[in-house]
């Protein structure tokens, strides 16, 4: 059997190129990973993306965008997850105001998982997704038993349907 010139070209050109050579390694930290592909990760991981976000964006504005996962049964919890995210930013780190977050709710992509999707200068950075009727875990990532008075209250300002201040 022969081979032609041309696939052993187009053989070598594939072999060599610069997608398939980048295709291997990870992407950088900077570029979004698609919302229907994202999994819940942890409380640590969540305040780091939100972190990062706040650096990136500078002084322009940070978008989240909340959508529900297909098992998210819970009536309000997307408007929950958002107003976590959005807290966690503005009360809990105190790092920007509220006029520097546009806060919105958008139909389901078919994603598993409820997100809240984190755009800076006008494109996606990240998303941070949730258990099906679960919260997104922000701030403290210390058990509730460990909490003092003052880490109880710095917890209600993220969750207060659940911490009710006395």
């Known amino acids: 059997m022969r081979i032609?010139?041309?696939f052993?070209?187009?053989s070598a050109l594939v072999a060599?190129?610069?997608?398939?050579?980048?295709?291997?390694?990870?992407?950088?930290?900077?570029?979004a990973r698609p919302a229907r592909g994202?999994?819940?990760a942890g409380?640590?991981?969540?305040?780091?993306?939100l972190e990062r976000a706040h650096e990136a964006a500078g002084d322009s504005i940070i978008i989240l965008i909340g959508?529900?996962?297909?098992?998210?049964k819970r009536r309000n919890i997307t408007g929950n997850?958002?107003?976590?995210?959005?807290a966690y930013l503005t009360d809990y780190l105190r790092a920007r105001s509220v006029d520097a977050l546009v806060v919105g709710k958008a139909s389901n992509k078919g994603a598993e998982y409820g997100v809240v999707e984190i755009y800076v200068k006008g494109q996606l950075f990240d998303a941070l997704a949730s258990y099906p009727d679960s919260e997104l875990g922000l701030g403290s990532c210390d058990s509730l038993e460990s909490d003092d008075r003052e880490s109880r209250a710095r917890r209600a300002?993220?969750?207060?349907?659940i911490f009710k201040r006395r």
């Open 67 to 72: 959508r529900r996962g297909v098992r998210d």
């Open 43 to 49: 409380c640590e991981w969540n305040n780091i993306i």
């Open 4 to 6: 032609k010139p041309t």
């Open 81 to 86: 997850r958002l107003y976590t995210a959005r």
């Open 38 to 40: 994202i999994k819940p």
């Open 157 to 161: 300002l993220l969750y207060p349907w």
């Open 16 to 31: 060599l190129s610069p997608v398939n050579a980048t295709a291997q390694r990870e992407p950088p930290s900077n570029i």
């Open 8 to 10: 052993l070209v187009l």
